[in-house]
């Protein structure tokens, strides 16, 4: 005799509440490829910071991260239980008085596998939280100077958002992360979604880059009509390009690079074809290990 089985489809989210909230955007950023610089964590990190928002929901890492690659964490609780604090992704939303709509906030790590299941829990999260527009952000290393404002480019899943936000055309071709996955994802389902890139200057990578996530905020601010007081952050900016350019002034080689950068940038601005650049690999892993040698507290 056939025996018959019925399939039970479990949902790779746990959910904390599900609050009700007006039309809200959902804002997304992933350590790991997408953040260099730490420039998309420091980003939503301080959208969060500003609006406090209350988890509502966790997408279960056991399916998505590998646990060899990100670690999960013992923590010491009342100085005598130890606790794991695993690499979750959390949902969390908060109210937005006078915005357009409310805010939902995604922040992971960058998951190993399953990345087509994973941006489905996120779709799925997004419909039952009735959001109505995801927002990545992302940044990349690039051949751009410190000195000079941060390049975002912009790419939206509808023509009538590439035109409202105006943002320019790409034509990348290449390796994506899990941001470019989850905007395939969420046009797939008829989601309307933004993908924010940042360039972030590459002889840089190794430390936080707050301008670079300043540049991020403001663009996030335009695409969600979600205003943020991010005068700390643009303290933070300045004194961090003020510091980098200290440090350029010190190596002959690294000025000479940022110098070519500029001028490449500029000419490129002016619509003229930039000259070929020399790798910098080299000068980059040396001005590196030059700020390691300062030491975490020291001036330049």
Known sequence: MARSYTVREVSDLVWSERPTLRRPVM?????????????ASAAIDFIRAQHEPAEVARIDPEEFIDFTAVRPT????DGRT??????????SATKV????????????????????RYSQAIVEAARELDVRMV?????????????????VTGIASEASLVDRLGFEATSY?????????????????G????????????????????????ALVRAFEGAAGVMID????????????????????????????????????DEASDGQPPENLPSADMIARDFQRFLRQRGPGEEP
């Open 27 to 39: 804002v997304a950023a992933f350590h790991g490829w997408n953040d260099a610089g730490d420039a």
């Open 74 to 77: 013992i923590k010491l609780v």
């Open 82 to 91: 130890r606790e794991i604090d695993w690499p979750d992704t959390v949902l």
């Open 97 to 116: 008085p006078g915005a357009e709509g409310d805010l939902v906030i995604l922040q992971g790590v960058e998951p190993a596998l399953r990345w087509r």
């Open 135 to 151: 927002i990545t952000l992302g940044a990349l290393l690039a051949d751009v100077p410190h000195t000079r404002p941060v390049s």
């Open 173 to 189: 071709e290449g390796p994506t992360g899990i941001t470019g996955v989850l905007h395939h994802a969420c046009a797939a389902a």
């Open 191 to 214: 989601l309307p979604s933004v993908s924010l890139w940042a360039s972030v200057p590459h002889y840089v990578a190794a430390a936080p880059n707050p301008k670079v996530a300043l």
């Open 230 to 265: 991010a005068a700390e952050l643009e303290s933070a900016a300045e004194d961090y390009e003020r510091q980098v350019s200290a440090a350029v002034a010190t190596d002959p080689e690294v000025t000479a690079f940022v110098e070519r950068l500029e001028s490449a940038m």
